[in-house]
């Protein structure tokens, strides 16, 4: 392409950084943000896994232990799973559509600074006194309780975190709807982006509904007003379905764009068209939409009339149709494709398998006569972390791996990618599956201690294990991808040969995106090879 | 690298205003904290303190470059469009809370009712905010055919319209406190004054926006190019808030005190 070159981002100044409202930046900074504290989520995790390695309580107090898991899931939900396509949207969504920044660049920089606000706020939270236990569901009364801690901290927090992301997905969506280059028709947009535009709209809908529950968490615990005091007509129960009103749909935003990332590498990597496009769309807007009528599911013992629970039921297993969709259409893509089994794609098909578990026993959990057994057992924590510790991450370290050339204009080492992959596998396998039974066998969750039952010790032991080599994995495809920024040998332009507009650029792409916008012809596609194939052979 | 290395900040990759901005929106949580968990008053008023500067010289070094750099592309309208939906679920959370108390507690509900409740008072601030709908209206007709300092002067109206809703609402609301209606009464109090407190701080925001909107018509900052959508979106803003009030006002004065 052009003779200039740029400098890469690891030499801009700090002055660069912190004033910039270039969305290549700002999605970077959302990505250390996230993976910062997606590492301190791990690190609580396997202080966790530790503890429960052994009925009894050996290094923690009953208090430490609510702490580490309130840490654990607050930060892996907001920080990570939601967190980290803050940044792969920011980074790659006006590079898709052809535009140069976002619609609102200032306020896209802001977002970020109320992210990284949230972020110190939870950081404090480790200061002495202010030390939060209240898990990440925040449930009155106990998060009005004293023991809970300090709710303004969960509270607050939330609202920062609600402020940051109702401001992001606005900036996405007017970008996304109104920002298109020529020839970027609806019809054209990348799976990746229909993905971001549905789990933007679910947010919008969404974070209010949460913002609106802990505000009166914290009206309650602060200024006396009766929400959740059932003595003054308040109702505990409205926190709930507030709560999950929006955190059902919330686990759409965090595995909408997990889609997205999958169809694309997916896509790419079979060479073809993703079978059943139009499908794939209506599937994400039918999770979408579906997707905020199923939330009575994580009530079911909450105490409701039985018409409510079969309602709900019904909802739930109905969601599980447009999610089937997308699983049929991914393997009908691999049919007949020229695959190539590169490390993006192996970490793609990982995902789609650790989906295909987790998804599956979702089904039986939203059937109350299964659920009523197993809720807040183990079971139900195996089903979330198959989908959303496995399949989520997964997909996003495949998406760390298939852009990587394009954040750095460098490759990764490959070998040390694919050792991190299996120990993922293995790990998190031994660990998640035996969760489920240990879960189906009786242990509720949340307990720092268990009797002493031989077989729940065993599968405690080597659960912790399993945990221990998914730990090791995720260090080590981390420590990868943050070595080879230096250390990883220079990429080609469009090392996977994709005709999709990120990879029209250059890598890492120059601060302005596009030299002049581009007008895409007739014949284009982000999907159709062939077209990149006829532009190589022209020039 | 190469040959030259293009890596200036360009006009459109940097701005210094988001960084106070957010730093303010950072201290003002922390001085909550400070004062309630820590129990530290001072330190609440410094942050407090610090957090404000902080607003205003990021808002007011924002507002000047957002009209003075680049150019109109009409986007804020949508975006006011995104945002007002979400609005609407917040004040949903509340309006759910109302309801449900409203409904599960209907045998004792009408002990609740405060004696000094009636509907004057919000009919009144009814009827000022629908002028003030048609005021804020008129303004942006104006601004449409170019005449600014007619436009100016609706837009002052506005504010002169919003601001005796509040105050007429605040004398309301201290009434009703004395009376022994508080937030914490109970779940009639708590949804009350949330409902219509939520909806002040709406007027508030409102009001803000339209003394920018002043600023900018007086200043010569908005013309044909620049400012439209800016005045267009905090009309529908307005307009939404006014709205709200409708529903606002019908459950929280009138669903409410029904006995
Ligand atoms: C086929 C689709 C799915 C179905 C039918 C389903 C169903 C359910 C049900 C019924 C529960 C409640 C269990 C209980 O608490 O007793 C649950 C919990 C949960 N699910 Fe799923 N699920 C599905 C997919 C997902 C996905 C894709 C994610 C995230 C990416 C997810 C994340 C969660 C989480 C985080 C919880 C536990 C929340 C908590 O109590 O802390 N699920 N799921
Ligand atoms: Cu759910």
Redesign the interface.
């Known amino acids: 392409m052009a003779?200039?070159?740029?400098?890469p981002y690891f030499s801009?100044g700090l002055?660069?950084w912190?004033?910039?409202?270039?969305h290549k930046k700002i999605g970077i900074m959302y990505g250390v943000t996230s993976l910062l504290f997606f590492l301190i989520a791990g690190l609580s995790a396997l202080a966790i896994r530790m503890e429960l390695y052994q009925p009894g309580l050996q290094y923690m107090s009953e208090d430490a232990y609510n702490q580490a898991l309130t840490v654990h899931g607050v930060l892996m939900q907001f920080w990570w799973a939601v967190g980290i396509w803050s940044s792969f949207g920011n980074y790659l969504l006006p590079l898709m559509i052809g535009a140069?920044?976002v619609?609102?660049?200032?306020?896209n920089?802001?977002s970020?600074?109320?992210f990284?606000?949230a972020s110190?706020?939870a950081l404090?939270t480790f200061l002495p006194?202010?030390q939060i236990r209240m898990m990440w569901t925040g449930y009155p009364p106990f998060s009005l309780n004293d023991n809970a801690g300090?709710v303004?901290?969960y509270a607050?927090i939330i609202?920062?975190l609600g402020?940051s992301s109702?401001a992001g997905?606005?900036?996405l969506?007017?970008t996304n709807?109104?920002?298109r280059a020529p020839g970027v028709t609806m019809k054209k947009m990348n799976l990746f982006l229909h993905s971001f535009l549905a789990m933007n709209v679910i947010q919008?809908?969404?974070?209010?509904?949460l913002?609106?529950?802990v505000?009166?968490l914290l009206?309650d615990k602060?200024?006396?007003?009766?929400?959740f005091d059932p003595a003054?007509?308040?109702?505990p129960l409205?926190y709930q379905?507030?709560f999950w009103f929006y955190s059902h749909p919330v686990v759409y935003v965090m595995i909408l764009p997990a889609f997205g990332v999958i169809s694309e590498i997916i896509a790419t990597f079979s060479r073809r068209e993703l079978f059943g496009r139009t499908s794939m769309i209506v599937a994400i807007w039918g999770i979408a939409i579906l997707g905020f009528m199923v939330w009575v599911h994580h009530m079911f013992t909450s105490g409701m009339p039985d018409w409510i629970r079969i309602l709900f039921s019904y909802t739930t297993v109905l969601i599980g149709v447009p999610t089937g969709i997308k699983i049929f259409n991914w393997i009908f893509t691999l049919y007949k494709g020229s695959i190539r089994f590169t490390t993006p794609m192996l970490y793609t098909l990982s995902a789609i398998f650790m989906f295909l578990i987790g998804g599956l026993t979702g089904i039986p959990l939203g059937l109350p006569a299964f659920d009523i057994a197993v809720h807040d057992s183990h079971f139900v924590v195996a089903h979330f972390h198959y989908v959303l510790g496995m399949a989520l991450t997964l997909a996003a370290f495949g998406g760390f791996h298939y852009w990587y050339p394009k954040f750095t204009g460098r490759m990764y080492s490959e070998l040390w990618a694919k050792i991190a992959l299996v120990l993922i596998m293995i790990g998190s396998n031994l660990f998640y599956f035996l969760q489920f039974i240990v879960g189906l066998e009786g242990m509720p969750r949340r307990y720092a201690d268990y009797p002493a039952i031989d077989s729940w010790v065993r599968l405690h032991e080597l659960q912790t294990i399993g945990a221990m080599i998914l730990g090791a994995g995720v260090a080590i495809a981390v420590m990868n991808l943050l070595l080879s920024t230096k250390l990883g040998k220079k990429a080609e332009e469009n090392p996977w040969q994709s005709p999709s507009l990120e990879w029209l650029v250059p890598s890492p792409p120059?601060?302005?995106n596009f030299d002049k916008t581009p007008h895409m012809p007739e014949d284009w596609d982000p999907y159709n090879y062939e077209w990149l194939e006829k532009q190589h052979k022209r020039q | 690298?190469?040959?030259?290395?293009?890596?200036h900040?360009?006009e459109?990759?940097?701005?210094?205003?988001?960084?106070p901005?957010?730093?303010s929106?950072?201290l003002l949580?922390?001085s909550?904290?400070a004062l309630?968990?820590?129990q530290k008053p001072m330190l609440a008023l410094v942050f407090g303190g610090v957090s404000l500067v902080l607003l205003l010289l990021g808002t007011v070094g924002?507002i000047n470059?957002?009209f003075s750099k680049g150019h109109e592309?009409g986007?804020g309208l949508?975006?006011m469009m995104?945002?007002i939906?979400?609005?609407v679920?917040?004040f949903?959370?509340?309006f759910?809370?109302f309801y449900?108390?409203r409904v599960?507690?209907a045998e004792?509900w009408s002990q609740?009712v405060p004696k000094g409740m009636n509907l004057t008072i919000p009919l009144i601030l009814t009827f000022i905010l629908w002028a003030s709908s048609a005021t804020i209206a008129f303004a942006e007709k104006f601004f449409e055919m170019g005449r600014n300092t007619l436009s100016a002067l609706f837009v002052l109206l506005t504010i002169v319209l919003g601001t005796a809703f509040m105050v007429i609402h605040i004398m309301e609301w201290l009434h009703l406190w004395h009376a022994g209606f508080t937030?914490?009464?109970?779940?009639?109090?708590?949804s009350f004054y949330?409902l219509t407190g939520i909806h002040t701080s709406h007027i508030v925001v409102g009001i803000l926006t339209m003394i920018v909107a002043l600023y900018i018509l007086l200043a010569g900052k908005a013309n044909q190019h620049k400012g439209h959508t800016y005045i267009k979106a905090i009309t529908l803003y307005w307009h939404f808030v006014d709205i709200m009030w409708l529903l606002v006002a019908s459950s929280a004065y009138l669903i409410g005190s029904l006995a």
Do not use: C
């Not at chain 1, 919008?204 to 509904?209: C, F, K, T």
């Open positions: 003779a200039v070159s740029y400098k801009a002055k660069e912190i004033f910039t409202t270039d140069r920044d619609a609102f660049p200032r306020l920089a802001l970020y600074w109320l990284f606000a110190v706020l404090l006194g202010s300090p303004a901290f607050l609202h920062l402020a109702l997905a606005v900036n969506v007017v709807l109104t920002m919008i809908l969404g974070v209010p509904a913002a609106g529950a505000t009166m009206m602060y200024f006396q007003t009766a929400f003054r007509g308040g109702d409205l379905n507030l120059p601060p302005h | 690298m190469a040959q030259h290395e293009v890596h900040l360009g459109h990759e940097y701005s210094y205003w988001p960084l901005v957010g730093l929106v950072l949580p922390i909550f904290i309630m968990v820590w924002w470059e957002f592309e986007l949508p975006a995104f945002f939906v979400s609005e679920v917040i949903g959370t509340m759910v809370g449900m108390a599960s507690q004792v609740w937030l914490s009464s109970n779940m009639y109090g708590t949330m």
